[in-house]
Every structure is written in structure tokens, then in C-alpha cells.
């Protein structure tokens, strides 16, 4: 196995409208998640997530602590989401195995033990998408389904938005320190999400989008209210949204897409939203 990761520093919002499209992409589109047998990760100075992938195909992918953590284990002073957007898998935890299948998640308290990623099968290997965030005490471990979900429906066909938000690693599912996940399903027919657009000073988020035909594409808006910009991007791809910028996305087909937030508050509803009309 291989283990990959690289450092993202956070940006000011004054000196990102000065950034062209190569910089953009370099500093907030995470281009490349799944490798066989590779684990690839992000450690995003923006409230210190990591973003990461795992993609077990012949071998037992550890989940290693990689330097900038300065631990022994990966979890010693962090929680972590994982979903499975491939084949079906499992996750071993210590002495506790977790068997995850297609859009399943698990949440992982804090503590000092082993993470490992399998693959049921080989030919059909299983992708697991993460977000890590730092955390103050530990809280139980729980595999979380669609099932368990918050589901809000938004959206309507008609404004090319329909769309199924499962809240999945959330306050009111169970309890976290910091991190925030869910997925959101847009419907046949629908290509916007998050609009109208809006910001939470309050914590970052990470954007990672899947369910894309390969000859689709999709367009990531970012950027402040009145100072938009915007990172084309492919499928099982994932971005990085500071505090200070919107996240939305237009595509040329419907897809799913899980967000990730960590930061000072646990309020799904702590958002301040702009007028369509006021994006520039």
C-alpha cells in the first residue's frame, strides 16, 4: 500500500481574487482521491480537515498518521466520517469490523487504535471518501445509513434544483465534536445545488462530487458574494470552501454530492444566505 498527502494553507479572501485558473485548482480542487491501493489525503489549514480517499483493491489499506499529526494513530486526537461511494467493503476498527456498503457512512470517535479499508471483492473494490477534523473527547462509533438520515426535500424541478439533502453525521443523528457530514441527491433534471448561495463564517466545508458520467462535467462556484469565482470539475473529485466563500454548483447532469464541515459550530442552520440576484 501507499499512503499520499499534501498540506493546503488557507488563503485571503483579498488575495484569492487575484487568482488565475491554475491557482484555484491548485489551492482548492482535489483532483486525484482514489488510486489502487493508495490512501490520499489533504491537510487543509482550514480548521485543520483532512480530506482523503482510500481505494483497497489487493491489500488492506491502513489508515496511517501521517507526520503532520505528530501522533501514534490517526484518530489519537481526531474524528472521522467515512462513506462508501464503490463496491462494498469494511472498515476495521481495532477488534470491530464494519461492513459498509454503497452510500453508507461511519463515524469514528477519537481514540488510539488502528483504522484499515478492505474491498469485498477485488473486481468491484470499494471507495471510501473521509473528513477528519480535530476533536476534544470521544464519542461512540456508529455506522450510519440513509435510513438513519434527517432527509430535507428542496428544491423543485421547475428551478432545475430538486434535490434529497441526507443528513447523515449531524447533531441530531448523533453526537460529534466538530464535523458535520451528509449527502445531498439531486433528482433527474436538476443541476443546482446550495442556491440561493451562502456562507458560515463559522466553519469551513469540503465539497466531493460523484454520480457524474465521465463526458459530464461539473461547475464549482466559489468565491465571495460579490466577487465570484468558479473551478470546472469530474466526477469523485472534491474542493475545498474557505469560511469566507459560497459553494455551489452547476453541472450538465444531475449527480450526488457529500459535504463536510468542521469548525466552531454544530448548527446546521447557522448560514447566511445572499440573494440570487446579488451574486456577482
Known amino acids: 500500500m501507499k499512503t499520499n498527502y499534501e498540506i493546503r494553507y488557507a488563503s485571503n479572501p483579498v488575495d484569492a481574487k487575484q487568482y488565475d485558473t491554475a491557482r484555484l485548482r491548485k489551492d482548492f480542487l482535489i483532483e486525484a482521491l482514489f488510486a489502487d491501493d493508495e490512501v490520499n489525503m489533504v491537510y487543509s489549514m482550514y480548521d485543520r480537515m483532512v480530506v482523503g480517499g482510500a481505494k483497497p483493491v489487493k491489500e488492506s489499506l491502513l489508515l496511517e498518521a501521517i507526520d503532520p499529526l505528530k501522533a501514534q494513530f490517526f484518530l489519537t486526537r481526531r474524528e472521522i466520517g ?100 451528509g449527502m445531498t441527491e439531486l433528482m433527474p433534471g436538476s443541476v443546482w445545488n446550495t442556491m440561493p448561495a451562502h456562507v458560515h463564517s463559522r466553519r469551513m466545508e469540503a465539497y466531493f462530487y460523484f454520480e457524474l458520467p465521465e463526458d459530464q462535467a461539473i461547475c464549482h462556484f466559489m468565491g465571495e458574494v460579490n466577487e465570484t469565482r468558479h473551478i470546472w470539475m469530474s466526477g469523485n473529485q472534491a474542493v475545498l470552501s474557505p469560511e469566507w466563500s459560497i459553494h455551489s454548483a452547476a453541472a450538465t447532469h444531475n449527480y450526488t454530492f457529500i459535504w463536510g464541515m468542521g469548525g466552531e459550530n454544530l448548527d446546521y442552520g447557522d448560514q447566511d444566505f445572499s440573494l440570487i440576484t446579488e451574486l456577482r
Open 82 to 181: 467515512i462513506f462508501n461511494v464503490g463496491g462494498k467493503g469494511r472498515v476495521i476498527v481495532g477488534d470491530k469490523v464494519f461492513e459498509l456498503d454503497y452510500k453508507e457512512a461511519l463515524y469514528l470517535g477519537k481514540g488510539d487504535r488502528e483504522v484499515r479499508f478492505e474491498s469485498a471483492e477485488a473486481e468491484h473494490p470499494a471507495l471510501f471518501y473521509f473528513n477528519s477534523t480535530n476533536a476534544h473527547t470521544t464519542y461512540p462509533d456508529r455506522k450510519i445509513t440513509k435510513q438513519d438520515a434527517v432527509v430535507a426535500h428542496m428544491g423543485s424541478l421547475e428551478m432545475s434544483n430538486e434535490r434529497n439533502i441526507n443528513k447523515m453525521v449531524v447533531n441530531q443523528v448523533l453526537p460529534t465534536c466538530q464535523l458535520q457530514m
